[in-house]
């Protein structure tokens, strides 16, 4: 594979998960335009994403909840016992139109992915990072857990030893649960402490796979580059993986509504690059975000760092033409965005002191007991 390759689809463009709900907003098609009005997505590089198949996903999701989100979309009704068993019609995972089609679709770009990576490469799948989704249920607006499928796909293509590092905003819980004490999996997640799901504390190793590291409140630039520098890259070259797979949630930046974290894109733009060496499979998937302009520059800043495309200063009229047509509905902000958010991809950096609770943190995880024993258990593979 010699260039990097983006998948993506139009079901994103329209679908949304209702007028009051956080993912109303658009997100994929935000990106697929600013990208091509930058003549950074041309049509060899892009694929659009299949829509998996029922026993595609069975490979960890249960055949009872595929057919029942299959139904639910089918009949736009949920039962007493979708809601009850599978939280299908909930306020966070609701009834809406491509209530299958839509995560099917992310999930088929991440299952794609693993078959093409099984060479080597880099793929991009904005869709995807619906890290929340577990066996049986939705969960935190993720109806299907694409990373997980995804990692499945490439240990069945070949690959073995896989780093996951995901730096949004939630903690990777159904991931977790996915690869609990998988000695060939590396998980790294870099969270906002006592947020939704409220797992993921620093103590807990996920049977010797994972190091978690929650962060408190106004994580700014500074303090993501120290973590990158002393804890992600650090981990991920000792593991020495054949993929790393990085969640780039974009729910961290300062303007999310969601969380609480004062990052710029910048931040996110540079563990994808710290991360571009380290194997020699990339797969780089969405999640989080929920600001339709700071997704949507973030997002399509990823995938200028993944082709070492320059970033402008200042937008070409067609690019700026697509973030001037986004709407951000029901919410103050989206009524005076600020100029910036039209003209701009790159975000003024926020930089700061570095808190002492990050570093010992840190180095808790790098020196103390948690990151012996993960690393003991890591060794075993």
């Known amino acids: 594979m010699e260039q990097p390759l983006f998948i993506g689809a139009e079901i994103f463009r329209h ?28 049509k060899e590089q892009f694929i659009t994403a299949p829509r998996a198949k029922p026993k595609a996903l069975e490979v960890w999701h249960t055949p009872d909840y595929v057919a029942a989100l299959q139904r639910v979309e089918a009949t736009q009704h949920r039962t007493d016992e979708d809601l009850r068993r599978h939280d299908i019609g909930s306020v966070t995972n609701p009834v809406y139109p491509e209530i299958y089609r839509r995560p099917a679709t992310a999930a088929g770009g991440s299952l794609l992915a693993g078959e093409l990576l099984r060479e080597g490469g880099v793929i991009y799948n904005p869709p995807g990072g619906t890290h929340h989704g577990m066996p049986d249920r939705a969960n935190g607006f993720c109806y299907l857990n694409d990373p997980v499928l995804a990692m499945l796909s490439l240990r069945r293509n070949g690959v073995r030893r896989i780093a996951y590092v995901d730096i949004d905003a939630h903690h990777c819980d159904g991931v977790a649960v996915g690869f609990h004490g998988d000695p060939d999996c590396l998980m790294i997640s870099v969270h906002e402490e006592r947020l939704w799901p409220r797992t993921g504390v620093l103590e807990d190793d996920a049977g010797g796979s994972a190091l978690n590291l929650p962060v408190p409140r106004g994580l700014n630039d500074s303090e993501m580059a120290f973590i990158c520098e002393a804890l992600i890259v650090p981990q991920v070259a000792a593991f020495r993986p054949d993929a790393v797979v990085l969640l780039c949630g974009a729910d961290g930046v300062e303007e999310d509504p969601l969380a609480h974290l004062s990052l710029s894109n910048n931040a996110h733009w540079a563990v994808v690059e710290a991360l571009m060496s380290m194997a020699p499979r990339l797969l780089v998937l969405g999640g989080g975000g929920y600001n ?89 593979g």
């Open 292 to 380: 339709p302009w700071s997704v949507g520059r973030l997002w399509t800043g990823v995938w200028a760092t993944l082709n070492g495309h320059v970033i402008p200063e200042w937008l070409p009229a067609e690019a700026e033409a697509v973030l001037r047509a986004l709407r951000w509905e029901n919410t103050r902000r989206g009524r005076n965005p600020p100029d910036h958010w039209f003209t701009t991809l790159r975000d003024a950096q926020r930089v700061g002191p570095v808190r002492d609770a990050i570093k010992d943190r840190v180095h808790l995880l790098t020196h103390g007991s948690v990151g012996r024993f993960g690393q003991s258990q890591r060794s075993m």
């Open 15 to 42: 679908s949304s998960y209702g007028r009051w709900h956080p993912l109303r907003v658009p997100r994929v098609s935000t990106v697929m335009d600013l990208s091509r009005a930058l003549g950074w997505l041309p």
